[in-house]
């Protein structure tokens, strides 16, 4: 079997040899500067550009523990509830996924809409329309008590184009500024862990490549 021998730097040496197959092959170098990297190599990583179309590049996560409630006819932030994130490439995709626990705090059937927004710009909304919230989850009208709350689930594939830090958080109104609407707990919250269980809420963001 033929084989190269490469002296090191200062010592030892590396040894090319080459498979025993039939016909003739043909590997071809990089013409740039560079490490080739081995199913061995130690604290070597791929370079983000050269990963395909679809690999994630990043993750980051927020979890939010405390609670929140507002009364708020408009559009408001849920404090805690935002991560940021820097895109390596202006391609990229940024998948952005969001999952709450909410409840009313008022009176059972009193809830409110929820939307995802990048720095200051709504996402993934509907079309706006005279009379109507233009909101990533429109507004829940619930038949249960104010011991009980319910889950809200939103995801996007989203298009920043840019390589700055961007924050993605999400927002929410309450229909009717006489009553709430509360994450993270029941409408009651009497500290009955049979009926008014605290919870967690998560915003996660996913950096793609294109």
Do not use: H, W
């Not at 604290?43 to 690999?55: C, E, R």
């Not at 805690?80 to 820097?86: A, D, F, P």
Request: hydrophobic fraction near 35%.
């Amino acid at each position: 079997m033929a084989s190269i021998s490469i002296a090191g730097d200062t010592s030892g040496s590396i040894t090319l040899a080459a498979p025993a197959v039939a016909g003739t092959n043909t590997l071809t170098l990089p013409a740039n500067t560079g490490t080739i990297i081995t199913t061995a190599s130690s604290g070597q990583v791929i370079p983000k550009a050269a990963l395909p179309t679809g690999s994630v590049l990043q993750v980051v996560s927020t979890t939010k523990t405390d609670t929140f409630s507002t009364s708020s006819t408009s559009f408001t932030d849920i404090t805690g509830l935002s991560v940021s994130i820097t895109p390596s490439s202006a391609s990229s995709k940024i998948f952005v996924t969001a999952n709450l626990v909410a409840a009313s705090g008022g009176v059972y059937y009193i809830l409110g809409a929820f939307r995802l927004v990048r720095d200051s710009t709504a996402i993934c909304v509907g079309n706006t329309t005279s009379g109507y919230a233009s909101a990533t989850v429109g507004t829940q009208r619930s038949s249960l008590d104010l011991n009980s709350a319910y889950n809200v689930g939103m995801s996007y594939l989203d298009s920043p184009s840019t390589t700055s830090s961007i924050t993605y958080k999400v927002q929410v109104f309450c229909e009717n500024a006489s009553y709430s609407v509360c994450v993270n707990r029941t409408g009651n919250d009497t500290g009955s862990a049979g009926y008014s269980a605290r919870s967690a809420s998560t915003i996660t963001v996913m950096e793609i490549a294109a």
